[in-house]
């Protein structure tokens, strides 16, 4: 069937495919989404009806505490069998995928993450590679990768993004929902303000590069966020019913990524801010905030700097001097002393995809030269960033870089540099061809950083 020329809820996108006006065929393998007060009493019964037997539970102390002993409990009435283990290795790198690999038991035929954020992901990924079925038990609801395909973790030390898989069923009982710590809850609907930048990214990389591009998906993933606008101030009052569509609305939003088949249509500039802070914080051995928080400053970050990039008169032949200037040499250089241990990475990635060098940035410049009229347009319709800053605010989400600990110096590097962290068209990367990023990062920084 052909994907629906207008959203619809989320239940209508499960498990089916879809061809598409855009020219791709789009498929969602997610089966069972159960988002209400007492789901978790849903678990035995989709692990029944897809014919389950062993299950491997994956907890760290906390969710166990949360959801994974209930879960046992419940999974044990039922007559099924089951092993739960409480991670150790808790940096979500190798060798938190040897630990998992250790205690998974023989006849494992379904791996169940106990938890959100990178539980998710790394349960994500080791399911994929060892070739078992996941399912998602949540445990609160603060990023929009339930229903993702693909997974972020570390890989030496820098925060890489890897194909995965869709879980078969997502659970989340509203009666834990609403009582996950309130940063968490806020830091959801920061990831959702997230759209406004990285649905532009795509949209700018389609004018500028070629980039294909799914209309019908794009409007899905902003049905999504201006439906959970209105009732976003909610939320605080840890209502079930609003924490519950908040969840929908970010599994959504995962439904959208895994039609599409890469985190395009959720993930942009906004979202590389955050994989930057949390590569190098980590480095540092101190704990980031919530990746929704981090995406919702970065998103007041990427718009200032969007403002400021409007008020300008760009000099495109100056833009085309800087690009036949540019020394890979230096770039190296400022690449491993912005990534440190994650340099190699970061560099490996560019000389396979050569994002940066001299020809292909002068051909970019050369298309915004002809449209900039149409970009300018397109870049004016996003939200002021005073106006994500006030609705961040007035959630009790972060909304400036020093309430993430994110300092100056730290601050001035993400703009320049956390464009290298994926291969892919942003606004960033667009304010680096026209020669304009430096100068722009350093008023934004003044303004408000």
Known sequence: MELYHTPHGLNDYLNRTFTCPCGKTHSAPLKYVSVRKDALSDLPKFVKELGFHSLYLVSDHITYGIAGQKCMDILARAGIRAEIIQLTHLEFDEATLGELVIHMPQDCDLVVAVGTGTINDMTRYFSFKLGRPFFTVATAAPMDGFASSIAAIHVNHLKTTFQAQTPLAVIGDTEILKNAPYPMIAAGLG?????????????????????????????????????????????????????????????LTGVAMSLYGNSRPASGCEHHMSHYWET???????????????????????????????????????????????????????????????????????????????????????????????ISALLRTLPTSDYVADLLSGLGAPCRPEGIGIDRKLLKDTFLYCKEIRARYTILQMMWDLDLLDSISDQVIEEIG
Request: one cysteine or more; a negative charge; hydrophobic letters at 40%.
């Open 280 to 374: 190098i914080l980590e480095q540092r051995g101190q704990r980031p905030a919530p990746h929704g928080a981090q995406v919702g400053v970065g998103t007041v970050l990427v718009l200032k700097a969007v403002e400021l990039l409007l008020e300008r008169k760009v000099d495109f032949d100056a833009a085309r001097r800087a690009a036949e200037a540019y020394d890979p040499v230096k770039w190296r250089e400022e690449i491993q002393r912005a990534y440190g241990p994650a340099a190699p990475g970061v560099i490996e990635m560019e000389e396979e995809a050569g994002k940066n060098a001299s020809a292909g940035r002068l051909a970019r410049i050369d298309t915004m030269e002809r449209r900039w009229s149409e």
């Open 191 to 251: 990831d959702l303000l997230g759209k406004c930048t990285c649905l532009c990214d795509w949209r700018l990389s389609h004018i500028i590069t070629g980039e294909h591009q799914c209309e019908r998906i794009m409007e899905l993933v902003e049905k999504c966020v201006q439906d959970l606008l209105p009732v976003a101030g909610r939320a605080k009052e840890r209502d079930p019913k609003v924490l519950g569509d908040i969840m929908e609305g970010l599994v």
